[in-house]
């Protein structure tokens, strides 16, 4: 058979059938594989799958983790870290790839990881979470301490042992795991749930905190490396001392907690004060406050003998007092006589004032005098009078020389009309109208029968002027 029949003869696939079989290929050969590489192009979608790309300096191979999967991971994938994944490849239809399904993801070694640790350490510095200017000062005496660590591991005992040791005080247990998947998310917690007790409350609020985990690797402590954490650290509004691992072991928590300490037995003892030395140290103020009173004490009363001698004697303090005293007793009698004499004389002056002759004397010049004066009165009233009489009878002679009624008196009339307005011309009179005309003795009434008569002889000049 040709060539070309035989290429004639073969099967024809649809695009899904050959997809379905690479893919079942791919699987069956590569079903569970371990693939070393660096993360990149990494993406958290919204449904919970995380994409990501591995690559070395010569290929990229694409990853997946499910949301299931991406939940239990024990290492939280970041761009740029170097990374192992486990899992199997398999085929994406879709858009003709394969990619790798990551299962389990672990760092590539322990320089990745102080790589991934320091460029946290970088990026949560940018952020300020490890400034020394939000750092708080611990409490001097703490009432209630709250140890935030494992309860059957040695680290209790030892702060329970120390605090015992220094100053027993109540502590407050908060159990986590300090090791594991799950430490990083407790220890946070815990945080947050000692700051969120209300002061007062059913169970008290702590003064401090410890956070403390004994020593270990690298990967051990790595919990207290964990981005929460070390954010609920920073954020805590209680102040809280870290004590993780020895004290060559340093963690990110150390740098966000307001104080570190190289051992939890440390922190213990930077926690509270030693009980004896208080004691010994209120004695040896208690004995300082003693001295001090009684050396001032003394002081005082040296002071008080030097002004008692320097000031000056009772006696001679009140005596220029005392000599003032009896100057002015003695100048008092003499002063008494004579406002006595002065008051005295002045009596005698008056009882010479109320004698009755005197009396007599001095009403009678008062008569003589009122006598004088009502004189005057009467004289002076009667010029006023008098002058008023002839300014009075001037007016009167005046207002009769200038009154219509003296010009009535020569034989003139006021003539009215109906509506009391005075009819100066002829002109101004209508026929038939109603006249009054008032004369000098009384008032008659006339009605007028005609116009004027208009006389065409020249107006003789009479020397009387108008009156109206």
């Known amino acids: 058979?040709?060539?070309?029949?035989?290429?004639?003869?073969?099967?024809?696939?649809?695009?899904?059938?050959?997809?379905?079989?690479?893919?079942?290929?791919?699987?069956?050969?590569?079903?569970?594989?371990?693939?070393?590489?660096?993360?990149?192009?990494?993406?958290?979608?919204?449904?919970?799958?995380?994409?990501?790309?591995?690559?070395?300096?010569?290929?990229?191979?694409?990853?997946?983790?499910?949301?299931?999967?991406?939940?239990?991971?024990k290492l939280r994938p970041e761009q740029g870290l170097e990374v192992v994944c486990t899992g199997r490849v398999s085929t994406y239809a879709g858009s003709s790839r394969y990619q790798l399904i990551v299962e389990q993801m672990e760092l590539a070694g322990l320089g990745a990881l102080m790589a991934m640790i320091e460029e946290r350490k970088k990026r949560l510095a940018a952020e300020g979470l490890f400034a020394e200017e939000r750092k708080k000062n611990l409490p001097f005496l703490p009432v209630i301490i709250g140890v935030i660590t494992s309860p059957t591991g040695a680290v209790i005992r030892d702060v329970m042992h120390r605090l015992d040791a220094r100053f027993p005080s109540r502590v407050l247990l908060w159990p986590v795991a300090v090791q594991g998947d799950r430490a990083a998310a407790e220890v946070a917690a815990a945080i947050h749930g000692f700051n969120a007790l209300a002061p007062g409350g059913v169970v008290p609020r702590p003064d401090l905190l410890i956070v403390a985990r004994g020593g270990g690797s690298i990967e051990d402590l790595m919990a207290f490396n964990e981005?929460?954490?070390?954010?609920?650290?920073?954020?805590?509004?209680?102040?809280?001392?870290?004590?993780?691992?020895?004290?060559?072991?340093?963690?990110l928590i150390d740098l966000a907690a307001d104080r570190r300490a190289p051992t939890p037995s440390a922190a213990a003892e930077m926690a509270v004060p030693v009980r004896t030395e208080l004691l010994a140290q209120t004695l040896d103020l208690e004995r300082r406050n003693l001295r001090c009173f009684t050396r001032g004490l003394d002081d005082r009363r040296r002071q008080l003998q030097t002004t008692v001698r320097i000031l000056p004697r009772v006696d001679q303090l009140f005596a220029p007092a005392r000599?003032?005293?009896?100057?002015?007793?003695?100048?008092?009698?003499?002063?008494?006589?004579?406002?006595?004499?002065?008051?005295?004389?002045?009596?005698?002056?008056?009882?010479?004032?109320?004698?009755?002759?005197?009396?007599?004397?001095?009403?009678?010049?008062?008569?003589?005098?009122?006598?004088?004066?009502?004189?005057?009165?009467?004289?002076?009233?009667?010029?006023?009078?008098?002058?008023?009489?002839?300014?009075?009878?001037?007016?009167?002679?005046?207002?009769?020389?200038?009154?219509?009624?003296?010009?009535?008196?020569?034989?003139?009339?006021?003539?009215?009309?109906?509506?009391g307005a005075i009819r100066r011309r002829a002109a101004a009179v209508v026929a038939g109208e109603a006249l009054s005309l008032t004369f000098a003795d009384s008032i008659i009434h006339a009605k007028a029968q005609g116009p004027a008569a208009r006389s065409s002889a020249p107006h003789r000049k009479t020397g009387q002027a108008d009156l109206f």
């Open 1 to 73: 058979m040709s060539e070309p029949e035989r290429r004639a003869n073969l099967p024809e696939f649809s695009v899904s059938e050959i997809a379905a079989a690479l893919k079942r290929t791919v699987e069956g050969a590569f079903p569970f594989v371990r693939v070393r590489g660096e993360i990149s192009g990494l993406k958290f979608h919204s449904s919970g799958h995380v994409y990501f790309d591995l690559k070395d300096d010569k290929a990229v191979l694409n990853a997946v983790v499910w949301r299931g999967t991406a939940q239990t991971l």
């Open 323 to 419: 000599q003032r005293f009896d100057l002015a007793a003695e100048r008092l009698g003499s002063a008494l006589n004579q406002n006595l004499r002065e008051h005295r004389r002045l009596l005698i002056e008056a009882a010479v004032l109320l004698r009755p002759r005197g009396v007599t004397n001095r009403i009678e010049a008062g008569a003589e005098r009122v006598r004088a004066l009502a004189h005057r009165l009467v004289r002076c009233q009667s010029l006023a009078l008098r002058a008023r009489r002839d300014r009075l009878e001037s007016s009167a002679r005046l207002l009769d020389s200038v009154s219509h009624r003296s010009v009535l008196e020569r034989g003139f009339a006021l003539v009215r009309g109906a509506d």
């Open 227 to 251: 981005e929460i954490v070390v954010r609920a650290a920073a954020e805590s509004a209680i102040a809280l001392i870290s004590a993780v691992g020895h004290e060559t072991d340093t963690t």
